[in-house]
């Protein structure tokens, strides 16, 4: 009799016979080892929860596997598994400044939480990193079934005031791409973004936009003036990215980090804190452009795992850093708890995938790993991208 200890839990069609000859001794099916890294770009304390029992078809504990460990050692050792992911490794790695995953405080699932320092500029930011699988045991039920896994964000200020609450769902279906669920607690209202592929054989290349610098823009605002400016800080945020002397400004903190991935994938325009006078809301409707109006942009970005945040003041033509030691102020900033956005970071294409780590078992190319990273923006906003795809080869 023949078993197999670990059977991909997704496989192509064609390599259906193989796996009913191999398994029909098997327990169970295996499932996908998850990483989920969160990053606090918020100048709050940001506090993620696994709750015990929010969860379906799901392990909460380390896997006793070496997939994971294999994952982090290829990742700091800087082995690609092909040549294609290299500029995002290298990209992720000079703007984060993990260069080992061992330096992350990592822990599994079950009933964990982590509370994340508030963003300082010119500090590091604060991360956290959590592990589980999916099951796609027969006996629970689970096998092609989808597996779901939830937990909680939540912004804190120094007097501990709840200024946002939010709960997510991490939601794997067994024939489409993972997707990320979230609803702000007591509003009643979900949003949802595709993740990407994984858990399939030959998993899509994670390819990234080409072309000029692209922004990721969240508003972190509301009211009015914020409506009325919109069409305006659209141009202006358009100029910004366009502006070489913008980018060249930050040569001065990591001269490796710009490159054309950096600045697609680390890089974030904040639209709040914007005030339009009567001439400028004119100046909107007969022109849709930003020249003359009276608007505030902030521009946040991290550089070796320091946060950098830059502000373009009122009718100003350069852009200014914030000193170091400080926090971005809600107030000040137009900051609105309300409307935390989830989004896909600009530079990410439409077919895109999140399994990070694969290998082939008997001819069959199987998913080992998928990984992703939440990036906390200063209204509990959450930006999403793949963690690097690792391997061997390239």
Request: aromatic share 8%; proline share 5%.
């Amino acid at each position: 009799m023949i078993t197999v200890g670990r059977v991909p839990r997704r496989l192509a069609a064609t390599s259906m016979l193989v796996v009913a000859t191999f398994t029909f001794a098997t327990p169970a099916f295996a499932g996908i080892d998850t990483v989920v890294q969160f990053t606090n770009l918020s100048p709050y304390t940001a506090t993620v929860s696994f709750s015990p029992g929010d969860s379906e078809c799901w392990y909460d504990d380390a896997p006793t596997d070496s997939r994971i460990a294999e994952y982090f050692e290829h990742y700091r050792n800087d082995a690609v598994s092909s040549a294609g992911y290299r500029g995002f490794l290298e990209s992720f790695k000079a703007a984060t400044g993990v260069t080992d995953f061992a330096a992350v405080p990592t822990q599994p699932m079950r009933d964990a939480h982590a509370s994340l320092a508030p963003a300082v500029v010119g500090e590091k930011a604060a991360r956290a990193l959590f592990v589980g699988e999916t099951s796609a045991s027969l006996f629970d039920g689970c096998k092609l079934a989808t597996s779901r896994r939830g937990f909680d964000l939540v912004l804190t200020d120094e007097s501990q005031q709840v200024l946002s609450h939010q709960h997510f769902v991490l939601v794997d279906p067994p024939d489409d791409r993972w997707s990320l669920r979230q609803s702000l607690v007591g509003a009643g209202k979900e949003t949802s973004i595709q993740l990407g592929a994984g858990g399939h054989g030959d998993p899509l290349e994670i390819a990234f936009t080409a072309g000029a610098a692209i922004l990721t823009v969240v508003t972190i605002g509301a009211g009015v003036e914020l409506i009325l400016a919109r069409a305006a800080v659209r141009a202006a945020v358009a100029e910004l990215a366009a502006e070489e002397a913008f980018w060249s400004e930050l040569l001065e903190y990591a001269p490796r980090a710009l490159s054309s991935t950096w600045r697609q994938m680390f890089s974030y325009a904040l639209r709040g804190g914007l005030r339009v006078g009567q001439q400028g809301v004119a100046e909107v409707y007969r022109r849709n452009i930003a020249t003359g109006l009276v608007a505030r942009i902030l521009y946040a970005a991290m550089i070796e795992g320091s946060v950098v945040i830059y502000e373009r003041l009122e009718n100003g033509t350069e852009s200014v850093p914030l000193p170091k030691g400080s926090k971005l102020d809600a107030e000040s900033a137009g900051i609105d708890f309300s409307s935390p956005s989830l989004l896909a970071n600009s530079g990410l294409p439409e077919e895109r995938s999140i399994c990070v780590y694969q290998t082939s078992t008997l001819g069959i190319t199987e998913c080992r790993v998928v990984g992703i990273d939440l990036t906390i923006m200063p209204d509990g906003s959450v930006v999403f991208m793949p963690l690097p795809s690792v391997g061997s080869g390239g």
